[in-house]
C-alpha cells in the first residue's frame, strides 16, 4: 500500500486532498456560524449556505458506518478489483461523514479506521494519490 | 390541480433493440399516443421530450420525423426523474391556461452495463468513488442496519416484481424468479445481487395532455430536489451529517402531490414506484408514506403489494423487469397505471383501482411524485 517514496506523486485533486510528508490530509471546511465541518471544502457552507467557511485539515481517524464491495470496475476507474468502498464518520463533531475507498480484511461496521493514501491511475492514466481508510 | 386529463398514452416496449434508434422508439410510443387521443401531431401546441442520453435537441428529432415541429419543444433532463419533470411542465402549461393540449415522451437508449453520468468529475471516476450500484449497496446496508429487513425482504421485493413482469409483454424480463435465485445471482455489491438491481436500457413512452376529453386526471405532481446533507442521497455527495431530520426529495414530492390532489396515502389503490434496486423500493415506500419505516416486512409478509393484495405496487413488474430507460421510465409508469385506471391491463389488472401514484427518483438528486384519480 502507501509508502512514503509515493509523497512526490501528485493527489488525484488538489482541491480535496494534501500529500506531503504527514502522509495524506482529507481538506474539509469549517463555518463557525453554522457549526459544521464539510467535505470536500466548499466556497459556502454545503448544508446551510452560510459564507464563512474556513479551511480545516479533517482527523485521519474514524469509525466504520457502512461499506460494501465493488466487483465489476466502473466507467472511468482503471484501478484493482474488487474494491472496498464505504462511509466514515469521522472523529470528533460535529458528525461529519466521509465516502471512500477501503482497505483490510474483515471489515466490520463500528470498526475503528485510520487515513492513508493509496496510488490509483489518474484521469490522464498517470498515477496519482486518492484517499483510503483501512483498521 | 384541475383540468388536466390523459387523453392517451403510448408506449415501445423496454429492452434492447439493437439497429433501432432513440427516435424511432419515440415515434412508435407518440404515434400510439396520439391515435388513442384521436388527434394529429399537429394538433399538440407543445411538446415536452423527457431523456438523460438522448443528446442535443433529441424531442426535436422525434418530432421532425413526425412532420410535427414548429410548435415549442422543451427538452428536459432530470435524471430518472426526467418523464416526470417533463410531464409537470406539461401539466402545468395546461393548468396554468398556456395550452390545451400538449404532447408528453420520453426516450432513451442505454449503453450496456453500469451507467456512466456526466455527474461525476473525472478524478471521482478515477478513484472508484463514482459506481452507482455502491451507493445503492450502501443504502441498503443502513435499511438493514437501522430496521429489521433483511436480504430476505430485498429478494422478496424482486420476486414479487418479477412475478407482476410475467403478466407484462412490454417488460425485458418476464420471467418468475425465487428468492434463492435472487440470493444466488451474482454478487454485484453486498447486499444487491445481480436480480436485486434494474438493468438500464431502451425504450419509450408517450402521453397525450389535454384540458378537455376523456381520461384520467392528473390530480397531482410535484418535482423536488434534495435537502443539502444526507451522504446516501441520489446525489451521491462526498460528504454528509445526520441526516434523521433531513426530509428526502420523495417525501418532498410526495407531500406536495397529495395536497394538491387533496388525497393521502391511505386513498391510493395502485402504485409504480423507482425499484432501481430492491432497497430503492422499500425506501420509497416509507418515503410515499404507505407504512411506517420498518412496516415494509409486515406488507411483504400479507403479500399486500401484489397483485391481488390490499394495494399492489409495481403492477407492471416495476424497472426490475422492465430494466430502466431512464428518460422514458416515468412516463411507462404512467402508462401502466392509467391502463389499470381504465380498467386494460390484462392480466395484471388491479381490481376496482380509481387512485395511483407514481413515483421516480434519481441523480439529481430529483424526486417525481403523480397522482392520477380515473
Redesign the interface.
Known amino acids: 500500500m502507501w509508502n512514503s517514496s509515493q509523497v512526490s506523486l501528485p493527489p ?2 488538489p482541491s ?1 486532498l494534501r500529500v506531503d510528508d504527514d502522509g495524506v490530509t482529507l481538506l ?1 471546511g469549517w463555518s463557525e456560524t453554522s457549526r ?1 465541518r ?3 471544502r466548499s466556497p459556502v457552507c ?3 449556505g452560510a459564507d464563512d467557511v474556513v479551511p480545516l485539515d479533517l482527523p485521519r481517524s474514524g469509525t466504520l458506518w ?7 470496475a ?6 484493482p478489483v474488487p ?1 472496498q ?3 466514515v464518520e469521522l472523529e470528533g463533531g ?6 471512500s ?1 477501503l482497505a483490510g480484511d474483515s471489515l466490520a ?1 463500528g470498526m475503528p479506521m485510520q487515513l492513508d493514501g493509496e496510488v ?4 490522464d492514466e498517470e498515477p ?1 494519490v ?1 484517499w483510503v481508510f483501512h483498521p | 390541480m384541475n383540468g388536466v386529463r390523459i387523453t392517451g398514452v403510448g408506449l415501445h416496449p423496454f429492452g434492447r433493440f439493437d439497429g433501432v434508434t432513440g427516435t424511432a422508439m419515440g415515434v412508435v410510443a407518440v404515434r400510439d399516443a396520439l391515435a388513442e387521443a384521436g388527434i394529429g401531431v399537429r394538433d399538440v401546441q407543445a411538446a415536452f421530450c423527457g431523456t438523460a442520453y438522448g443528446g442535443v435537441a433529441a424531442g426535436h428529432r422525434v418530432l421532425g420525423a413526425l412532420a410535427g415541429t414548429g410548435i415549442p419543444i422543451y427538452d428536459v433532463e432530470a435524471g430518472c426523474a426526467s418523464g416526470g419533470a417533463a410531464l409537470e411542465l406539461a401539466a402545468a402549461s395546461i393548468a396554468s391556461g398556456q395550452h390545451d393540449r400538449v404532447l408528453v415522451f420520453g426516450i432513451e437508449k442505454m449503453p450496456k ?4 453520468s456526466s455527474f ?4 471521482q ?10 451507493f445503492f ?2 443504502r441498503a ?2 435499511l438493514l ?1 437501522e430496521t429489521d429487513l433483511t436480504v430476505e425482504h430485498l429478494a422478496q421485493v424482486v420476486v414479487k416484481n418479477r412475478g407482476h413482469g410475467v403478466a407484462n409483454p412490454d417488460a425485458m424480463f418476464q420471467k418468475a424468479v425465487s428468492v434463492d435465485q435472487v440470493l444466488a445471482s451474482r ?5 444487491l445481487t445481480l436480480f436485486m438491481l434494474c438493468s438500464p436500457n431502451e425504450g419509450a413512452a408517450a402521453v397525450v395532455l389535454a384540458r378537455d376529453g376523456a381520461g384520467p386526471t392528473v390530480a397531482g405532481i410535484s418535482l423536488r430536489s434534495h435537502l ?2 444526507n ?2 442521497g441520489e446525489d ?7 441526516d434523521a431530520a433531513i426530509t428526502p426529495p420523495t417525501a418532498l414530492a410526495a407531500q406536495d402531490a397529495y395536497a394538491q390532489a387533496g388525497l393521502g396515502p391511505e386513498d391510493i389503490d395502485v402504485v409504480e414506484c423507482q425499484d432501481t434496486d430492491a432497497g430503492r423500493e422499500l425506501l420509497a415506500w416509507a418515503e410515499l408514506g404507505l407504512c411506517p419505516s420498518g412496516g415494509q416486512a409486515a406488507i411483504l409478509a400479507e403479500g399486500a403489494a401484489l397483485v391481488g393484495g390490499r394495494r399492489p405496487i409495481n403492477p407492471s413488474g416495476g424497472l426490475l423487469s422492465k430494466g430502466e430507460p431512464l428518460g422514458a421510465s416515468a412516463l411507462g409508469q404512467v402508462v401502466e397505471l392509467v391502463r389499470q385506471l381504465r380498467g386494460t391491463a390484462g392480466a395484471r389488472q388491479v381490481s376496482g383501482a380509481k387512485i395511483a401514484l407514481a413515483h421516480v427518483i434519481g441523480r439529481g438528486a430529483n424526486a417525481c411524485v403523480t397522482v392520477l384519480v380515473a
Not at chain 1, 66 to 72: A, D, I, K, P
Not at chain 1, 74 to 79: H, L, R
Not at chain 1, 120 to 123: E, K, R, T
Not at chain 2, 113 to 116: A, E, L, N, T, Y
Request: glycine share 12%; charged share 10%.
Open positions: 488525484i485533486d480535496v474539509g459544521f464539510h467535505f470536500p454545503p448544508f446551510t457502512l461499506h460494501t464491495q465493488v466487483n465489476l466502473p466507467p472511468g476507474y482503471a484501478g474494491y468502498l464505504g462511509i460535529p458528525l461529519l461523514r466521509v465516502v475507498r461496521m490509483v491511475p489518474g484521469p496519482t486518492t | 452495463g453500469v451507467i456512466r461525476f468529475a473525472p478524478w471516476e478515477s478513484a472508484g468513488l463514482s459506481p452507482a450500484p455502491a449497496a450502501l446496508q443502513r442496519k454478487m454485484i455489491c453486498p447486499p443539502p446533507g451522504v446516501l451521491s455527495p462526498l460528504g454528509g451529517i445526520d
